[in-house]
């Protein structure tokens, strides 16, 4: 059912990435660059088997060899069909033990998205999505939230046609993206460069964390056909989604939004976001420590109400009073309807996917792909912020209505959702999510302007935080991520 040579790796399983390089581009001449189109898709684009076996290479390349070739062992655990196909196409055993030998494993992950006006200028209409078709300067600071003046310039005039993927090391990716724009986006062939933007992977004890130190990353979709359904012991897995909300042209993104029927030419694509947060690291922590003595907390458990998991990773619904390492990457759980006295209505995760009280379980799925950037916060930011750091946030969905949009819009911002919960929270509303809720700058409604969220402290008894914004919006766009057939055929469209 899957062609995994057609689907672009970021969106499924994703690309490997300790390091990573997003590079925009104007398209200024069509024409030369469309033949560059089938070259890529023949030559660079990674698709979903050409990360999978990347991550296969990679985990070997680092295993002990008596651990054979398990591809299930590189952190994925894979639908039996797809894990059959992959192990079939791996490259022979000694191949592999050679490039472990090697001091140096090579292997990049490069993708490529378009904005509307870059699908117009490689002649394809783009789709009845009202979010992409508005672009993301006019959805989010039109809304009100985001301020233009915190916008990067590149991202505000319109210029931005597409962007390029590069993930790996931080070498292999400078090297690659040298080499990709002279050869395919260069203005030979019709590429104005406009930005690069970097992410990069924390490291050490703070791998996989983002930067107010979180391990991320965790509540993924798993994705019916892709992903080993069973994997997630113990108890029936509770959160599967239909591919079709992710993938175009798959079972589920008719019911994701019949209004949006989606061209035949999407099969295999995705809608893409991009959004760079800066994040206010020491702000945040200032924040935790004066608020918990008064909420009958320590920092931790502040930390863990606000987020929805402890730092390690672990659930604060199932773990309330301390963190618990065993359970660091546990997703299979659900809130109870009527009462938030371990985990906040508001809190972070609850309002990004509340679980357990929306029917349709997987309608407003996103698959995170986001990497944090900038460097750790110094021994001169105690108290401030001074460096630039924060998270390159991306998704992929089939619907931004459904997806991106509609959780910032309808679950995020408005400080009643959910609704009908006052009896639980003391009357007021549950609040806005504390890590990436806006106010509406200028507001003249007090609703808009003050950001608070309904919290159970540490004796259970009913309180609140008010609280400012800890992010920024730098801006970003909304972006299509074709298939590579589509890439073949546009190259000649
Ligand atoms: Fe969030 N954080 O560190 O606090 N996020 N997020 N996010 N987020 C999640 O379970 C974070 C952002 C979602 O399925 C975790 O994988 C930060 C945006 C969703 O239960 C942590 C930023 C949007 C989930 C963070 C940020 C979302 C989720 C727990 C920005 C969408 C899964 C780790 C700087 C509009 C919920 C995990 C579920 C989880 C953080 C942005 C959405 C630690 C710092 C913009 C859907």
């Known amino acids: 059912e899957f062609d995994l040579h057609n689907i672009q790796g970021d969106i499924w399983p994703g690309l490997t990435k300790k390091y990573q390089q997003f590079f925009f581009f104007n398209i200024e001449n069509p024409a030369d660059f469309k033949p560059m189109l089938k070259d890529l898709a023949d030559k660079v684009i990674t698709s979903s ?30 639908a039996r069909d797809v894990l059959t196909a992959i192990h079939d196409s791996l490259p022979p055993h000694h191949e592999i033990q050679k490039a472990k030998g090697s001091d140096h494993v090579s292997i990049t992950g490069v993708n490529i998205s378009f904005t509307k006006r870059g699908m117009a200028k490689l002649s394809k209409e783009t789709f009845k999505d009202d979010p992409l078709l508005k672009g993301m300067f006019a959805d989010m600071v039109g809304e009100g939230r985001d301020e233009a003046k915190d916008w990067i310039p590149e991202f505000r005039d319109g210029s931005v046609d597409g962007v390029l993927l590069v993930c790996g090391t931080e070498h292999e990716v400078k090297e690659k993206v040298n080499e990709l724009a002279q050869k395919y986006l260069g203005k030979k062939q019709g590429i104005r460069h406009l930005l690069t933007l970097d992410g990069v992977e924390r490291s050490g004890d703070a791998k996989g964390h983002e930067h107010f130190g979180f391990l991320d990353g965790i509540s993924q979709p798993l994705i019916i056909g892709l992903d080993d359904e069973t994997a997630e ?10 591919p079709g909300i992710i993938i175009f042209g798959h079972d589920g993104e008719m019911d994701n939004d019949p209004r949006l029927m989606h061209p035949p030419w999407a099969k295999d694509g995705s809608i893409y976001v991009f959004r760079k947060l800066r994040q206010f690291v020491p702000e945040f922590d200032r924040f935790l420590e004066k608020e ?7 920092k931790e458990q502040l930390g863990a109400r606000i987020v929805g998991r402890w730092k390690s990773g672990a ?76 998270l ?57 302007k003050v950001m608070n969220m309904s919290i159970h402290d540490g004796e259970g008894k009913h309180n609140k935080i008010t609280f400012e914004p800890f992010i920024q919006s730098n801006g970003g766009d909304y972006f299509f991520t074709p298939s590579l057939k589509l890439l073949r055929d546009l190259a000649v469209a």
């Open 49 to 78: 088997h050409g990360a999978l076996v990347n991550r296969a290479i990679i985990h070997k390349a680092k295993a002990p060899p008596s651990s054979g070739l398990n591809v299930a062992g590189a952190g994925l655990n894979l």
């Open 233 to 242: 012991k113990p108890g029936a897995r509770k959160h599967l989604t239909r």
């Open 292 to 298: 918990a003595p008064r909420l009958k907390f320590n």
């Open 315 to 390: 659930p604060v619904q199932l773990h309330p009073n301390a963190d618990c390492k065993a359970d660091a990457k546990f997703n299979n759980f659900d809130y109870p309807l009527d009462d938030q006295l371990n985990c906040p209505f508001a809190s972070h995760m609850r309002k990004t996917k509340p679980r357990g009280i929306v029917e349709n379980r997987d309608k407003f799925d996103i698959m995170r792909r986001g990497i944090p950037y900038g460097p750790e916060v110094g021994p001169d930011e105690k108290e401030k912020t001074k460096l630039d750091r924060g």
């Open 392 to 448: 390159m946030f991306t998704c992929y969905q089939t619907s931004l209505s459904n997806g991106f949009q509609f959780i910032k819009n309808r679950w995020v911002n408005p400080d009643t959702f959910p609704a009908d919960k006052t009896k639980f929270t003391g009357g007021m509303n549950p609040g806005q999510d504390p890590i990436i809720g806006q106010s509406v700058k200028g507001a003249i409604e007090e609703d808009d």
